[in-house]
């Protein structure tokens, strides 16, 4: 509304002035020309008969450019009027023909209470450099003034209609946004309220389908990290409470039993040190899983080489290695130097090396290859152990997860390692691979880009 109107007012204005100034020009020519044509017979227009005969000249001319012409003499005395409301003799003072005897052409407009705004143009008539009369020229301005009223009129209703039509379709298109937006809202409230299985279908425009489809992937997302929680927290509890029966069981029946002899004492007292050992594990894994996870978390980056850290987490399992007569054996064909986190990657290898010596049979072989690459190093873990059933390969890496449960109880350990693993190499930006066969063996390799920091 606010454009219409200001374009309305600018373009009403500009067309006035340009009418009026057209009706100014279009009126000093017609005075010219009335000037010119009775120039050489001016000095005898006192003459009755060059008077009458120019009087019809004039007076058919008034009535051709609808304007009153009036002609007067050196002294102000009017010589014809074409409405001849005045005879000859009466003389009329106004501005604009003070003006035309002093040699200017002059124009005005008047406000008459009767006649409405009427314009006054007056120029001089000059014969040989002397100014021997005057012509003035008046002419109405209503036709002007009504031609732009109906303009105005007829502008205004097409606004109006303007208006009513863009108000209508704005209406229209508001319900058609809302609605779906409204839906999307009760949707999102009564997730608020803890319906995590809503979803929304909405039909619409593209963006609002969009909208709904990012919203359903992010409640499946919601949906599938609030069953990992419950799923962490479940098994956090279990794996907690089986070494904490075990010790509740020991205990009691020590404190139950009075006639236990001292070996049986001391049995029981170093199953209990075996299950706190197994308490500390979980809880140590579990505070370091956490301590990967910070979002904050710098790696200590430092170049060194790997052909001398695989070797010293190969020392350190030796003696669970030889428990089991297992040969664990390191093969490299190059020195390698890479940057990286070497406490965090000496834990990884720790724990892929730990797996493969456990889930072996004794006099098994474990293999562990360096190998370079052009960005990256790969460090494979091979052994001929008791491997993986591949239904069970999605999962070993989640938190808790053990293949295997009749088997693992024997073998010990949390179902935290690989987990860690995994951390570790997502953090140095790597890839872990996967490749198991049942009573075979298993091959996993992890590769990690050499120039990271
Ligand atoms: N080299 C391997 N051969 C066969 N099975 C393996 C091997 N590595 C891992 N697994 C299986 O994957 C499971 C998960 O391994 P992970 O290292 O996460 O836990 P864990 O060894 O049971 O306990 P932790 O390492 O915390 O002491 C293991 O329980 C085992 O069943
Ligand atoms: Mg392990």
């Not at 009458?52 to 007076?59: C, G, P």
Request: proline share 3%; glycine share 4%; aromatic share 8%.
């Amino acid at each position: 509304m606010l454009t219409l109107v200001l374009m309305l007012s600018f373009v009403m204005s500009s067309l006035e002035v340009n009418q009026i100034e057209d009706r100014k020009n279009f009126l000093y020519t017609q005075a010219n020309i009335i000037s010119n044509q009775m120039i050489t017979e001016f000095e005898n227009l006192s003459l009755p008969n060059t008077r009458e005969y120019y009087y019809n000249i004039v007076s058919d001319f008034s009535k051709e450019i609808n304007s009153r012409v009036m002609v007067f003499d050196r002294h102000g005395s009017v010589l014809i009027d074409a409405y001849k409301e005045y005879t000859e003799q009466d003389s009329i003072s106004n501005k604009e023909i003070d003006q035309a005897f002093k040699g200017e052409p002059a124009s005005s407009i008047y406000d008459s209470p009767s006649f409405g705004r009427i314009m006054y143009v007056a120029v001089p008539v000059e014969s040989d450099g002397a100014i021997v009369g005057a012509i003035l020229l008046t002419s109405s301005l209503e036709d002007i003034y009504t031609s732009q009223d109906t303009l105005l009129r007829n502008l205004f209703l097409l606004a109006l209609v303007c208006i009513g039509f863009t108000g209508a379709t704005s209406f229209i298109f508001v319900e058609i946004l809302s609605s779906p937006i409204e839906k999307l809202t009760e949707t999102v409230n009564r997730v608020a309220f803890g319906k995590h299985d809503e979803r929304i279908r909405l039909e619409g425009s593209d963006e609002i389908k969009v909208l709904s489809n990012s919203f359903n992937s992010m409640m499946v997302r919601l949906d599938q990290v609030d069953n990992q929680r419950k799923q962490f927290v479940a098994n956090v509890s279990h794996e907690l409470r089986t070494p904490l029966t075990s010790i509740k069981i020991l205990s009691s029946s020590l404190i139950t039993d009075e006639s236990t002899d001292p070996g049986i004492y001391k049995e029981f007292l170093k199953d209990i040190d075996m299950e706190v050992d197994r308490l500390n594990g979980i809880i140590n894994s579990l505070l370091y899983l956490v301590d990967l996870e910070k979002k904050e978390l710098e790696l200590n980056y430092t170049n060194s080489t790997l052909n001398s850290l695989i070797p010293k987490v190969i020392q350190m399992l030796v003696p669970l290695a030889n428990q089991k007569n297992i040969k664990v054996d390191f093969q490299a064909d190059e020195k390698v130097w890479a940057t990286f986190d070497r406490e965090k990657i000496h834990q990884c290898l720790s724990n892929l090396i730990a797996n493969a010596i456990k889930y072996n049979e004794p006099g098994g072989h474990v293999i562990v290859r360096l190998i370079n690459r052009r960005n990256t190093f790969a460090i494979r873990v091979i052994d001929d152990g008791i491997g993986i059933k591949e239904e069970e390969l999605p999962f070993i890496f989640d938190r808790f997860y053990r293949a295997d449960k009749a088997r693992n109880r024997k073998t010990g350990g949390t179902g935290l390692g690989l987990s860690i693993v995994q951390q570790i190499i997502q953090l140095h930006q790597g890839d872990i691979r996967v490749e198991s066969t049942i009573n075979q063996g298993t091959s996993i390799e992890i590769e990690i880009p050499k120039g990271l920091a």
